[in-house]
């Protein structure tokens, strides 16, 4: 089973907008063409960037994607905008059994 791990951040436009959570989510697939298919859609064209981590040898494996694109609230009045980055990771996930 894979599972992405979504980490949400955003910033205003402005000089002195700093990075800040927005929130995470976690979503399950039988496998990684699964969830390929559910970032496309979810992601469409927006640039993107790879994410990388150290293998187990010290090796870069990359393990995931960084989602940049504008956002904006458009349910009130002013309109709030800003950037957004998504970074996306893949785990594999298994069961594992507890002794008694």
Same mark, same amino acid.
């Given at each position: ?32 063409? =699964? ?13 993107? =960037? ?48 507890? =002794?008694?």
């Amino acid at each position: 089973m894979i599972e992405i791990q979504i980490v949400m951040t955003g910033k205003g436009y402005g000089r002195a907008s700093k990075w800040q959570g927005l929130g995470d989510e976690n979503h399950r697939f039988s496998d990684k063409t =699964a969830a390929m298919t559910f970032l496309s859609d979810r992601y469409g064209r927006c640039k993107r =960037a790879a994410i990388y981590r150290d293998g187990p040898k010290g090796e870069s494996v990359q393990t995931g994607y960084i989602y940049g694109f504008r956002n904006a609230d458009w349910s009130h009045a002013p309109v709030d905008k800003w950037l957004q980055q998504d970074w996306v990771e893949f785990r594999q996930c298994e069961i594992l059994p507890i =002794a008694a």
